[in-house]
Each structure stands twice: as C-alpha cells, then as structure tokens.
C-alpha cells in the first residue's frame, strides 16, 4: 500500500506512469474500453464510471473513499473537469472546484471573471440572434468572432466583419446546435500559450509556446520556446497569475492561451489541466520541468514547487502530420529519414490523440504514423482532425527544432485520392 492514494478522471495515461515508485496508489475512472490496457499496471484499480457525470463519478468513488480516504481527485481532461470538480467539492479536497471548473469552462464567464477582478477589459456578448450579433459588430465598429461558449479543439470558430458575414456565421452556428455563442472583437496578432503549475494559490509560468494554424483556428504545429512570447514574457507572466486568481485556481497545472495585440497581451482562453497537443512533453524537452510528473508530485508534497520560472535549456516542437483529405492509397517513408518511426499496425485504430508518445521520450527526433492505406484523411477542421500522425522534435532552440521536423516531413509520403 503507498503512502498516497489519489484518483484520476479519464485522460491519457502518462501523468500516472511511475506513479507507484513514487508510493502513490492510483483510482483511474474512465469509460470501458477508452483505455489503454497496459495502464492497467499503473494503477490501484479501475473504476468505470460516466466521465462527465458528478454523481455518478461520486457514487462510484464514496465506498473506496470511506475506506480509505483520497488525498487528491484529478483530471487530465476538458470532458471531466466540471465532474471532477464536483467530487473535489463533495469530498472537501484541495483542487480545481466545480466553479473554477465552470469559470475557465464557459467562455463568457471566463471574461466575467476577469472583468471583475479588473483584470482586462476585452470587450464580448452573449448573443442570441442575429440582430443582436449585427448590434454588437457594430458597437465594436470592426471584426468579430463567433464562437460556442464551451467550445474546444478550435471547433465552430467564425470571424466576421460584416453583417451578411454575421447572418450566414449565425446560421451556420445553428445548424450545429450553437444557438446562443459568445461575440466578442477580434483579437490581432500571434497567438501563444503559457504552461503553469500552482500550488497553494502560488502561480509558476514554466514554458511559452507558439502554433501555426490555418485559417479555421486549427493548430498544426506546437513550438516552444515561444520566439514572439519573448518581449512580452514580464507581462504574459503577471496577466496568467491574475488570470488564475480570478477564476480560483489555488493548485494543479494549468494552460492558458493569449493573443499578442499591439497594445500587449490579451487572454483568449485558459484550462485548469495539463495541456494538449504533447505540450508537457515539449515543455520537459525544451525546459527542463517534466508537468507529468509534477500533476501528482507536487500537490501531495513529493515535490517542491520551484520557486522561479526555469529558463530554456532547447527547443521541441510537435509537428502534426496534414497530408491532401481524402482516402489514403499508399504511404512511403525514406529509409534515411531522421526519426525514429512507429506505426499504427493495420486494421487498429489509435485509442489515445498522440500514441506512443510516452515511448519516444528518450528519441531526439521521432516520427508516429497513426493512419493506413485505406483509411481516410478528413479536412482539417478542428484539432481533433490533427490524427493522421506527427513528429516530435528536439533542438538547440524551437527553430532548429523546426527544421528537424521539417526535414523529417519531407521524408514521408502520403498519396491521397
């Protein structure tokens, strides 16, 4: 029996691996079959459960719980975190609360913390028409976007600047079942992320990172350290700890994405969990800080928290694999292509977004190929469609970790018809 016991909710697996020689016994909740079985040796025991249901979640967990008390309940992912929330408060545990897990969930909220905390002023609309959307485009005098309050993955984003533009993004918006999305202006310039960990409601920004996107928002490449972040690092470093306040984050690692605007930078969203797109791992290579480990060492007292932000020690970067959409009819990789390669066999699928991707840690330069002859390469519409494989970079800084993975790239051949 470990010296710990905590229980996860959903997510990959990797923040619990090693968990036991650290004497921390592991609870997973997840849903049967949307597990990697190998965790399986990672863990106390599984419970299945709803992932997004809060009492069924605490119904599952209260037996286990009065026999042994639960230092922590955690979640890696979006879909349990209001869940998870819920058990935290139902079991009076230090954590990510269900209105924390609310206030970074819904958009709109988000903002309404952040205004009365004084913290920002980014000017945004609840709308619930068109004519309501028109109002606010012209109140802002400029470009808008549309977006769904609770939206992830880059999904349903619609940047309009004219009143057809609106009517159009409007209805669009409500052929998928979005009748009331958030308006707020358009926010210009580069896009970048800051990865942190809190405990004690002390806030730490450890890595900065920038994307490339195309033009739906989606995010194909994920670089750190961030080139453009640099000149404003003093500035993203106190805007994510009053971000993080105002919302109630007091522990645990959190993501959050600004805008770089000419008149410094702005928050465009944040996220009370470790973040995707192999971020942990690309902020492990490039600065040194490993966030898996530190999701459960930290806030039961294993580790310390530093006391400064680490400086960069490389670059690394995930570069997503986006052949032509379409069904695939042949894939060729050089043989001197400078990776290390894994595929997905034949006739399996993929359980997790970013397979194999606790394997490679030791890899410079990896490549992993997650689709076949004969499956399908679907637009890229959201981050969700980034499944076709991708490469994993390490460098001197993020440029030179680029060039790798370009390099890499140009090596592998999917013929789309």
């Not at 970074?104 to 309404?112: A, F, P, V």
């Not at 970048?192 to 033009?215: A, C, K």
């Not at 032509?324 to 359980?351: F, L, Q």
Request: one cysteine or more; proline letters at 7%.
């Amino acid at each position: 029996m470990g010296t710990y016991r905590v229980a996860v909710i959903g997510g990959m697996p990797a923040p619990i691996h090693g968990a036991r020689e650290l004497g921390i016994d592991v609870v997973l909740v997840h849903e049967e079959g949307k597990y990697e079985p190998s965790i399986l040796a990672h863990t106390e025991r599984v419970v299945h459960a709803p992932l997004d249901d809060g009492p069924a979640i605490h119904a599952a967990l209260s037996p286990l719980h009065a026999e042994r008390p639960f230092d922590r309940v955690m979640t890696t992912t979006e879909v349990a975190a209001i869940s998870s929330g819920y058990v935290v408060d139902m079991f009076g545990l230090p954590g990510v609360t269900e209105f924390t897990a609310r206030a970074l969930k819904d958009k709109s909220l988000t903002r309404e913390c952040l205004a009365k905390a004084d913290v920002e002023n980014v000017r945004y609309q609840v709308v619930n028409s068109v004519q309501e959307a028109v109002a606010f485009l012209e109140q802002i005098g400029g470009k808008i976007v549309l977006k769904p309050i609770d939206g992830a993955a880059s999904l349903h984003i619609k940047e309009v600047e004219t009143p057809e533009q609106v009517a159009e993004a409007m209805s669009e918006l409500a052929a998928a079942g979005i009748t009331a999305p958030m308006a707020e202006e358009f926010l210009s310039g580069p896009v970048v992320s800051v990865d942190s960990f809190s405990f004690g409601g002390r806030h730490l920004t450890i890595g900065y990172s920038e994307y490339r996107m195309n033009d739906r928002f989606v995010e194909w490449e994920v670089s750190t350290p961030s080139r453009v972040a640099v000149p404003y690092l003093a500035e993203l470093r106190e805007l994510t700890a009053k971000l993080l306040d105002a919302v109630g984050v007091t522990e645990g690692p959190s993501h959050s994405e600004f805008v770089l605007t000419p008149h410094g930078p702005r928050v465009l969203e944040s996220h009370a969990r470790l973040a995707g797109s192999g971020a942990p791992e690309l902020v492990r290579r490039a600065f040194g800080l490993d966030l898996n480990r530190m999701f459960l060492t930290v806030p039961l007292g294993i580790d310390e928290l530093p006391l400064e932000s680490p400086a960069p020690i490389g670059g690394a970067v995930a570069l997503f694999l986006t052949p032509k959409p379409g069904p695939i009819t042949s894939i060729t990789v050089s043989e001197d292509i400078p990776a290390t390669v894994r595929r997905i066999p034949p006739g399996e699928s993929a359980r997790v977004f970013m397979p194999y991707l606790f394997e490679l840690g030791a890899e410079d330069t990896a490549v992993v190929i997650t689709k076949n002859p004969g499956d399908e390469v679907a637009p890229l519409l959201t981050v969700a469609d980034c499944s076709n494989g991708y490469i994993l970079a390490s460098g001197t800084d993020a440029l030179d970790a680029i060039a790798k993975a370009e390099a890499i790239n140009a090596k592998i051949d999917f013929v789309t018809g």
